[in-house]
């Protein structure tokens, strides 16, 4: 988060935007000469921060109409309201210009939380709040229904994989992506596809498909000593728990707090694989973990989902392929992403985590046999010797 002045390039929006606080500062008690920078997306959406007179504070979405469309927004913050998350509540919405006044979860990321501790401490001290991000993403699911967001399908994961060959390899790399190329990376999508579709029975839920420590936000906090953390158990400890599982149906009603945490970015939900979030949780795009922290986590989750009746499976070794699996469709998307950002868009800031996507790609295909041919084509694009020790 910044506190940085609101900075124009178009002058005609900038009017439009000034005439519009105006008008809504009397309904909502606004104190327009506060409005400062809070943060910046990687789309072309911005939010600012404009204080009340009552002392409190709101978020204002600033999303220009002819690239950003707010109704998935609007939906998905009445999803999550439903299901007893913590999500912005929109308070004004100007459609047709594309401005929206929200409330305001704070100031304090997840991530800014976590990074506030050295590299020694982060993963004890970090314990609490992956649990209670373990409790958002149970409840979410919980209130999943089919028919209500646009599925996570083949034709979607199919575009996004597309990302890494277009994207990534051609334009940023440099790789000529010929026919053979193509083919063999055909076949690998196929595979990564199947598995993401069809483990644990095609189990589908809602998924956010960005949650993650810098979309969570640490409510009513101002500063990292207010966080009460737990030690929480040794790391690499834990383990299943083999107790009957309870019913394939999700349960009506949420049987954890979801209030601890609040949840942005949402608005790209989809209703599609059980796994993805969790997966997206524990495999970050700005922090990485140690692989005994990951699975005491992912353990975790598996263990509450089953508990609430979620359908992860009963064999959690099968649930953590999976989640590997659909991870790695994940990081060759967003190699995609982050390319297509820097030479598309003109934001280089986030080619400098593509090593980490890489690091947790090959990690994946060293595990898995038929993962193999990946791993050699991504050292192929790297210029990596390849080393392999598979476990599958």
Same mark, same amino acid.
């Given at each position: 988060?910044?506190?940085?002045?609101?900075?124009?390039?178009?002058?005609?929006?900038?009017?439009?935007?000034?005439?519009?606080?105006?008008?809504?500062?009397?309904?909502?008690?606004?104190?327009?000469?506060?409005?400062?920078?809070?943060?910046?997306?990687?789309?072309?959406?911005?939010?600012?921060?404009?204080?009340?007179?009552?002392?409190?504070?709101?978020?204002?979405?600033?999303?220009?109409p002819?690239?950003?469309?707010?109704?998935?927004?609007?939906?998905?913050?009445?999803?999550?309201?439903?299901?007893?998350?913590?999500?912005?509540?929109?308070?004004?919405?100007?459609?047709?210009?594309?401005?929206?006044?929200?409330?305001?979860?704070?100031?304090?990321?997840?991530?800014?939380?976590?990074?506030?501790?050295?590299?020694?401490?982060?993963?004890?001290?970090?314990?609490?709040?992956?649990?209670?991000?373990?409790?958002?993403?149970?409840?979410w699911?919980?209130?999943?229904?089919?028919?209500?967001?646009?599925?996570?399908?083949d034709?979607?994961?199919?575009?996004?994989?597309?990302?890494?060959?277009?994207?990534?390899?051609?334009?940023?790399?440099?790789?000529?992506?010929?026919?053979?190329?193509?083919?063999?990376?055909?076949?690998?999508?196929?595979?990564i596809?199947?598995?993401? /579709?069809?483990? *644990? +029975?095609?189990?589908?839920?809602y998924?956010? %498909? &960005?949650?993650? =420590?810098?979309? $969570?936000?640490?409510?009513?906090?101002?500063?990292?000593?207010?966080?009460?953390?737990?030690?929480?158990?040794?790391?690499?400890?834990?383990?299943?728990?083999r107790?009957?599982?309870?019913?394939?149906?999700?349960?009506?009603?949420?049987?954890?707090?979801?209030?601890?945490?609040g949840?942005?970015?949402?608005?790209?939900a989809?209703?599609?694989?059980?796994?993805?979030?969790?997966?997206?949780?524990m495999?970050?795009?700005?922090?990485?973990?140690?692989?005994?922290?990951?699975?005491?986590?992912?353990?975790?989750?598996?263990?509450?989902?089953?508990?609430?009746?979620?359908?992860?499976?009963?064999?959690?070794g099968?649930?953590?392929?999976?989640?590997?699996?659909?991870?790695?469709?994940?990081? /060759?998307?967003? *190699? +995609?992403?982050?390319?297509?950002?820097?030479? %598309? &868009?003109?934001? =280089?800031?986030? $080619?400098?985590?593509?090593?980490?996507?890489?690091?947790?790609?090959?990690?994946?295909?060293?595990?898995?046999?038929?993962?193999?041919?990946?791993?050699?084509l991504?050292?192929?694009?790297?210029?990596?010797?390849?080393?392999?020790?598979?476990?599958?």
């Open positions: 988060m910044t506190d940085a002045p609101i900075a124009w390039t178009d002058p005609d929006r900038a009017r439009a935007f000034n005439a519009w606080l105006l008008a809504a500062t009397p309904t909502h008690n606004l104190l327009p000469d506060t409005v400062r920078l809070a943060s910046a997306d990687a789309s072309f959406r911005r939010y600012f921060r404009v204080h009340t007179a009552h002392g409190a504070s709101c978020i204002i979405m600033d999303a220009p002819a690239q950003e469309d707010c109704r998935p927004f609007v939906k998905v913050a009445g999803l999550m309201a439903d299901a007893g998350l913590q999500a912005p509540r929109v308070l004004a919405w100007d459609e047709p210009q594309g401005f929206m006044l929200l409330s305001d979860l704070g100031a304090l990321t997840m991530l800014e939380v976590i990074n506030q501790h050295n590299e020694a401490e982060r993963p004890q001290r970090a314990y609490t709040l992956y649990r209670e991000a373990v409790d958002v993403l149970v409840n699911q919980l209130a999943s229904r089919p028919d209500v967001l646009p599925a996570y399908d034709a979607l994961l199919s575009r996004e994989l597309a990302l890494f060959p277009d994207w990534y390899a051609e334009k940023h790399r440099g790789i000529a992506v010929d026919s053979t190329l193509r083919g063999k990376l055909d076949a690998l999508f196929a595979q596809k199947d598995s993401n /579709l069809n483990a *644990l +029975g095609g189990a589908r839920v998924v956010h %498909r &960005d949650f993650m =420590p810098r979309n $969570l936000m640490v409510m009513g906090s101002s500063n990292v000593e207010s966080v009460q953390f737990s030690d929480g158990p040794p790391l690499g400890k834990s383990t299943p728990h107790d009957e599982r309870g019913s394939a149906t999700p349960k009506a009603h949420a049987v954890t707090s979801a209030g601890a945490l949840v942005l970015d949402f608005q790209d989809v209703y599609g694989p059980i796994t993805y979030d969790i997966a997206s949780l495999r970050d795009a700005f922090i990485s973990w140690p692989e005994d922290f990951v699975l005491e986590i992912t353990v975790r989750y598996w263990e509450q989902a089953r508990k609430a009746g979620l359908p992860v499976g009963d064999d959690f099968e649930f953590y392929r999976a989640v590997e699996w659909m991870g790695l469709q994940r990081h /060759l998307k967003i *190699l +995609g992403i982050f390319a297509r950002l820097t030479l %598309r &868009d003109g934001k =280089p800031k986030y $080619l400098a985590d593509t090593p980490r996507f890489i690091a947790y790609a090959r990690s994946t295909c060293a595990r898995y046999r038929a993962l193999g041919p990946l791993m050699v991504l050292d192929e694009i790297e210029g990596n010797e390849t080393r392999v020790g598979y476990t599958f």
